[in-house]
């Protein structure tokens, strides 16, 4: 029977309490901060600024995405899998039945949401008001970018694979930062590295941009997570 949901007020209860364990009050803790800290390094900004700014929004869509799965199954009371006991959350990678704690891949919690959502339609439209057929196309869009990016949630917390993107100066050369120096041009800040001659032997640049398309489709992806958790949980998690 549709009831006419209510705002979940799980955020004022201990996760122990909570129909997710906790997962969706995290992840809007996680949304917040990122929100936060990208309106501060607008108005002062400071160096690899994106990297934990698309951290925190790549953690709390995974947050969002597992509480979405576990209020699901434990809402319509659809088992996690006979390979995982004591009804402990998980999901299904493959063919296998993993616990939800060891999955990062954005895309296969994505893909297993959505195969729950399709597995379990009908009593979802008989039991929500939500018109499930709303998730945007979008959406799958960006998690797969994401996910090229970033399988196992790594990529935005060290240096190492994909560093030629990931820190703000960028190797460069003089004729570049010349360039820069006209009236009708932004300028760039730039380093030079000379040797005991003073001959230049290294140019660098600031060049905070090249993270920006998937920091964009980190936080549209977030965004509308958010909202879809928040529906969801007003749905079914009523104040759990």
């Known amino acids: 029977m549709k009831k006419y949901p209510s705002a979940p007020t799980y955020q004022f209860k201990p996760f122990s309490y909570h129909i997710d364990g906790g997962f969706g009050a995290i992840g809007d803790a996680f949304k917040e901060a990122a929100s936060r800290l990208e309106k501060q ?14 951290y925190l929004h790549r953690h709390a869509s995974e947050l969002f995405l597992k509480s979405c ?11 996690f899998g006979n390979k995982v006991g004591g009804g402990q959350p998980a999901i299904k990678v493959a063919e296998s039945w993993v616990p939800i704690h060891r999955v990062h891949n954005i895309g296969d919690l ?22 499930w057929s709303t998730i945007s196309q979008e959406l ?36 570049e930062i010349w360039a820069s120096m006209s009236p009708d041009k932004k300028p760039i800040k730039g380093f030079l590295e000379l040797d005991e001659n003073d001959r230049i032997i290294a140019t660098y640049c600031l060049d905070p941009s090249r ?3 998937i920091l964009e489709a980190l936080r549209k992806t977030s965004e509308t997570l958010d909202t879809l958790h928040f529906a969801i949980r ?7």
């Open 211 to 213: 993270l920006q398309p």
């Open 69 to 79: 799965v576990v209020v699901i199954h434990r809402s319509l009371k659809v088992p």
């Open 41 to 54: 390094a607008k108005s002062k900004p400071f160096y690899n600024s994106s990297l934990p700014i698309a």
């Open 140 to 175: 799958e869009e960006w998690i797969s970018q994401i996910e090229e990016f970033d399988k196992k949630s790594t990529f935005f917390r060290y240096p190492g694979s994909g560093n030629e993107i990931k820190a703000d100066f960028k190797e460069s050369y003089v004729a």
């Open 234 to 240: 007003s749905e079914l998690g009523n104040s759990n």
């Open 110 to 131: 994505y893909r297993y949401f959505t195969s729950l959502v399709h597995e379990h339609m009908k009593k979802l439209s008989e039991l929500t008001i939500f018109d």
